[in-house]
């Protein structure tokens, strides 16, 4: 099946390795330093945990609730923390530390791609963006995409705190958020992300919203039926946008086949 572009006029947008990609070839990885800042941020919150405790609850987390600081709700309990009233802090806490750790030390990590950021330029007045992340907006969110150059061509940017910490994989709630907000019709949207599980999710919103696997050179084996296009990397899909809304007879249409799609 392929899929006019020309057709689609707002893009919600997944930041850590999407946008931002997460592990590169010399094996530098974002997601090891966010386990590390995580770590740091439960033994100073919870100094009685050993790091095999907290491996645990952190894989509670993330496995059944979609967050990694979730799975330590009984434990703030122990420390007679009320976990309600904490949680938003612990968040904003861990991903404070996973950018200072990030700029400290690999402050060059984390940089525009010209291409990329001239794409975007180019779609300007053509197509709305929005950002939907599990970040902090405040203190991972908007700073990332400030040192990518792109955060101006977003609109609404939501953090998991925006639409009450209910993971991608298991409510389309931020998607419904931020899709009203932008006053967007799922039929003439798509949905940018490297989790196959949110894109499944995604489909029970609204089947006619194009999904957009990025996968970073490391595609799947088979595409399930909720990704309608994969692509290697961003510029490819943004390439793609820009020739089918500036060309007079727009040629750009991406097929679920290949996984690096061909221009039709």
């Not at 939501?158 to 009450?164: H, I, K, R």
């Not at 298991?170 to 940018?192: C, H, Q, W, Y």
Request: charged share 25%; hydrophobic share 40%; aromatic share 10%.
């Amino acid at each position: 099946m392929k899929f006019d572009l020309s057709k689609r006029k707002c893009g919600v947008w997944d930041l850590d390795n999407t946008l931002l990609r997460d592990t590169h070839p010399d094996g530098f990885c974002f997601a090891d330093h966010y386990l590390r800042a995580f770590a740091d941020m439960a033994r100073v919150t919870f100094p009685t945990l050993s790091d095999e405790d907290i491996l645990h609850y952190r894989e509670i987390g993330y496995t059944r609730l979609g967050a990694s600081f979730l799975g330590f709700d009984e434990v703030a309990k122990d420390y007679g923390y009320d976990f309600d009233a904490i949680h938003d802090a612990l968040h904003e806490r861990v991903n404070l530390l996973w950018f200072e750790r990030i700029i400290q030390n690999h402050p060059d990590r984390i940089r525009p791609c010209p291409d990329t950021v001239s794409l975007f330029e180019s779609l300007s007045g053509h197509l709305r963006h929005g950002c939907l992340t599990h970040a902090s907006i405040k203190n991972w969110g908007k700073p990332v995409l400030e040192r990518l150059d792109i955060v101006r061509f977003f609109g609404p940017i939501l953090g998991m705190p925006d639409y009450d910490f209910m993971s991608k994989h298991l409510s389309t709630r931020g998607l419904k958020k931020i899709l009203d907000l932008m006053n967007a019709d799922p039929r003439e949207s798509f949905f940018v992300e490297d989790t196959i599980r949110n894109l499944e999710k995604a489909k029970d919103l609204d089947s006619s919203l194009l999904t957009v696997l990025v996968h970073h050179g490391r595609p799947p084996d088979r595409l399930p039926s909720c990704v309608d296009i994969a692509v290697e990397n961003p510029k490819i899909l943004l390439s793609a946008l820009h020739e089918a809304h500036m060309s007079a007879k727009p040629r750009s249409t991406l097929s679920t086949r290949p996984i690096v799609p061909e221009m039709a």
